[in-house]
């Protein structure tokens, strides 16, 4: 069973009568409401990453303020936010800090030679030196695991 359409005449008729739904609008952009915020925290702490820098490491965590630094405040485009990393100076500033909260135990002496024995084989140079390196640090993280 087909059901016949209204005729142009009939249309105008429904539609003056029924009212419709109205065209939802798009949402405001997401950064509008966030405008008087800020400048209300600009006013307070001061414009610019001269605040930022004190409260970095609070702000984003110890292992992302290792490797930044906020250097320059800028509006996102199209979404996406700058990645700010840290010079070389202060990075190996920050690198040396860290090492020197950390530092590692030596291993005992069985499980040194054990490794030497290891990598007797391999060339001298750098990469031997990594591997050392890092064969020291699973050593040490295996007997810290087993210690628990």
Known sequence: MSRQLPSAEDALRILAVK???????PAPPVGRPLQSLIKQLDAKFGAGTGPLVGRWREIVGETLAAHTEPS?????????????RRSPAVRSAAQAALARRRRAQPLDAAAEAELQA???AAEDGKLKA??????????????????R
């Open 19 to 25: 009212r419709t739904r109205r065209t939802p609008r």
């Open 72 to 84: 320059k405040l800028s509006k996102p485009r199209a979404g996406v936010g700058a990645v700010i």
């Open 118 to 120: 290891g990598l007797a």
């Open 130 to 147: 990594a591997l050392l390196r890092l064969g020291r640090e699973v050593l040490r993280r295996q007997g810290s695991a087993a210690n």
